[in-house]
């Protein structure tokens, strides 16, 4: 298939910023990102007028004009450093996570027992932080990671986004045979990446998320109840510009007593509820400027 003159051009631009970034010493690269990300927030305005409201719908009067500023403004700065990280994803080893995610060496035992126990997991990070890092993380220290992703418009950069993802985990396209290839990896100690905060376009499930209504997908809980395997949540968080966080929130266990149906609600809505608290407590941490707004209603055929 041939491919568009666009594409060429917007993914030769991406491939010249990426190799210029990783030039250049590490925080140095975060500070034109940050130079970027000013620009965009302040002169610009991307996407500014969009994501105030958003915030202001999600906390109403509580939130002052100031603060709301401040959450989108270092929203936007944290995903220009996690397109930076992106870029350097082939230079993000063992020693690095040592030294820019403190204490994650400590909790990933726990998740080996669990894997160990029940032949896989599947581990759910939100959109905080930079949630890329769990793969890249995980795989340092052994963990066979995978996740599932749709096919981006400009293949040149799906493809691009994909190699980069794959320095820590392996990457399955949406399609036909993707459940199976997803139980198979289940049962042989592979862990499943979701990205739990999605909305998804069809009605699916309906859960109280941020003060509405959410529609999100009930594949997460799906495949743990049928690969009969736990949900870890974790959160990552970013604490300034070069040090990241890991929380590990606690195991959900799927009940093989109840129906699928209810149980895949119940899970689904336990991992929204924990994300719901972690936004709140740190809702600069959080992708605001995500075009599929998670609250925007489905629309009825």
């Not at 820590?168 to 139980?183: A, H």
């Amino acid at each position: 298939m041939k491919v568009p003159f666009k594409y060429w051009v917007e993914y030769v631009a991406l491939r010249a910023v990426g190799g210029f970034l990783n030039i250049l010493p590490y925080r140095v690269a975060l500070f034109l990102a940050w130079c970027l990300a000013r620009v965009a927030f302040h002169v610009v305005r991307f996407r500014r007028k969009e994501t105030l409201r958003r915030i202001q719908q999600v906390f109403g009067d509580e939130m002052t004009a100031r603060r709301a500023k401040q959450i989108a403004w270092v929203s936007l700065r944290n995903t220009a450093f996690n397109a930076v990280e992106m870029f350097r994803a082939a230079r993000i080893d063992q020693k690095w996570v040592d030294q820019h995610i403190p204490g994650f060496k400590d909790k990933i035992p726990s998740v080996h027992e669990l894997i160990d126990r029940y032949q896989g997991v599947v581990l759910t990070v939100p959109h905080m932080g930079n949630w890329d890092l769990a793969g890249w993380a995980c795989c340092r220290y052994g963990v066979q990671m995978f996740s599932v992703a749709t096919h981006q418009r400009n293949g040149l950069i799906n493809d691009w986004m994909n190699r980069q993802r794959q320095h820590g985990m392996t990457v399955l396209e949406r399609g036909r045979g993707t459940m199976l290839q997803i139980l198979r990896r289940l049962h042989t100690g592979g862990v499943l990446a979701i990205l739990p905060d999605v909305r998804v376009p069809t009605p699916d499930l309906s859960v109280p998320f941020l003060g509405g209504t959410a529609n999100v997908g009930r594949g997460m809980a799906m495949f743990a109840i049928s690969a009969k395997v736990p949900i870890v949540p974790a959160i990552f968080r970013r604490e300034g510009w070069a040090r990241h966080t890991f929380v590990q929130l606690p195991t959900i266990y799927p009940d093989p007593e109840k129906p699928k149906e209810e149980e895949a609600e119940r899970i689904t809505k336990l991992v929204m509820s924990q994300v719901d608290a972690a936004i709140r407590e740190t809702p600069e941490q959080w992708f605001w400027y995500n075009k599929r707004w998670i609250l925007f209603p489905v629309k009825k055929s």
